[in-house]
Structure formats: structure tokens, C-alpha cells
């Protein structure tokens, strides 16, 4: 068993839905990313969450430490959303590290 | 925000050969690390780059195979040596801006390496 799982693994939707991405981990963690992964490769760091809640734009992040979820939003989504989000952990045993969930590939339609 | 430059994109390489891929950064991180996303999958920590000193390495991974320089905080390279179509992967470079947990983490653009 993984020690981050995200759901689901494939995502499409219509252009203006709203996506709902989930992360579950195992392990005591100090914090949480999302990172969005584009087709060439490159990462771009979305949120960094200890606790509650953060918005930027039309995307949102929450987490709840007690149950070990996370949850990535996306309101009035877009084509140019499509990407992998990834959830990453910093393991509170070992901080300088990040275990990284296997993705969520989303594809968003016009 | 930090800037991490990755260089080459992508390459196509011919088995035996090696490639050398490099991350530049705009500005000081604490740490750098490298990793390796075989296709369909998530991300594996090769090693963490120490500046003057040799990469603390992950199980799994050699630094006859990966060797790894980090002359300053700033740059730092690894090495794919003598390649095989298993090595076809995306490599990345990250960096983290302070210590601890609440250190941020930034991205290369990212390596993708086809041996033929």
C-alpha cells in the first residue's frame, strides 16, 4: 500500500465543471503539496498546506490532519487545466523529503 | 518564488552513451535533489545533492550509474551513465527554499530521456 494514495487516477471533464481531486495518506506529515505536472514534464507547485484551507485563483486546497485527507478544487475548470495534479507529503520523520502520490490525470474538454 | 532551469528538455540517446543533465537555480536553496518518473508513474528520489560533497543516494540507486555534482547552492548536475531503454524515464531537479517542514519545494522543467 502506497502511503499517499490520490483518487481518482483519471479525470475528464466538461469546460466549466467543477473537479474535485482527493489525496489520503499514513503517515504523521508537518506538510502537504499539490503540484500541477504538465505533458513536457515540468512541476509547478500549486499549494503548500499544514492546515485548513487555501485558495489562488479558481483552485482551492483543503486538509484535514485528524483524518489524513487532502482535497484539490477546481472551480469553472478549462481546458488549460489539463495536467497530473500530484500530492506530495514532507513525512514529519524526515522533513527534508517529499513521498509522492502516483497522480491524478485530468483532462478537461470544451 | 525560486526559478530552476533544467537543461536539456528531452533528449534521445543511443544505449552505452551517457547524458548529463543540468539544474541551474536563480537563487539559493538549502537542498537539491534528483528524480527519476518512469512512465505511468509517480516520482522516485535518486539522491539528494550536497553542495561540496558526494549525493546521499537512495536504495536502489549508485552513483557509478547516477553519479551527482554540486560544486555550489546553486548548480547541479546528474549523470545517466552508460544508458539502457530502462533508463527511458523523466528526470527532475528540485529544490527546497529553507528548512525543515514548512521548506518550499520548487521543480525543473524536467529531463525526458529516450535510449534507443
Known amino acids: 500500500k502506497n502511503e499517499v494514495e490520490q483518487s481518482p487516477q483519471n479525470l475528464t471533464a466538461q469546460e466549466g465543471e467543477f473537479i474535485t481531486i482527493n489525496c489520503s495518506y499514513s503517515?504523521?506529515?508537518?506538510?502537504l503539496h499539490w503540484l500541477q505536472q504538465h505533458p513536457g514534464g515540468g512541476i509547478v507547485s500549486l499549494f503548500m498546506?499544514?492546515?485548513g484551507k487555501k485558495k489562488h485563483g479558481r483552485l482551492i486546497a483543503t486538509i484535514n490532519i485528524q483524518e489524513k485527507h487532502s482535497s484539490l478544487h477546481i472551480t469553472a475548470s478549462h481546458p488549460r487545466d489539463s495536467a497530473v495534479y500530484i500530492c506530495?507529503?514532507?513525512?514529519?520523520?524526515?522533513?527534508?523529503?517529499?513521498?509522492f502520490g502516483t497522480g491524478t490525470r485530468l483532462q478537461v474538454f470544451p | 518564488s525560486a526559478v530552476i532551469s533544467q537543461k536539456p528538455s528531452r533528449d534521445i540517446c543511443q544505449r552505452g552513451t551517457s547524458l548529463t543533465i543540468q539544474c541551474q537555480v536563480d537563487?539559493?536553496?538549502?537542498?537539491m535533489f534528483w528524480y527519476r518518473q518512469q512512465p505511468g508513474q509517480s516520482l522516485t528520489l535518486i539522491a539528494t545533492?550536497?553542495?561540496?560533497?558526494?549525493?546521499?543516494?537512495e536504495s536502489g540507486f549508485v552513483i557509478d550509474k547516477f553519479p551527482i555534482s554540486r560544486p555550489n547552492l546553486t548548480f547541479s548536475t546528474l549523470t545517466v551513465s552508460n544508458m539502457s531503454p530502462e533508463d527511458s524515464s523523466i528526470y527532475l531537479c528540485?529544490?527546497?527554499?529553507?528548512?525543515?517542514?514548512?521548506?518550499?519545494?520548487?521543480f525543473g522543467q524536467g529531463t525526458r530521456l529516450t535510449v534507443v
Open positions: 506530495a507529503v514532507r513525512w514529519r520523520g524526515n522533513t527534508d523529503k517529499l513521498i
Open positions: 503517515v504523521g506529515i508537518s506538510a
Open positions: 498546506l499544514s492546515s
Open positions: 537563487s539559493q536553496v538549502t537542498m
Open positions: 545533492a550536497n553542495q561540496g560533497s558526494e549525493a546521499t543516494y
Open positions: 528540485s529544490g527546497n527554499r529553507g528548512n525543515g517542514p514548512l521548506a518550499v519545494a520548487f
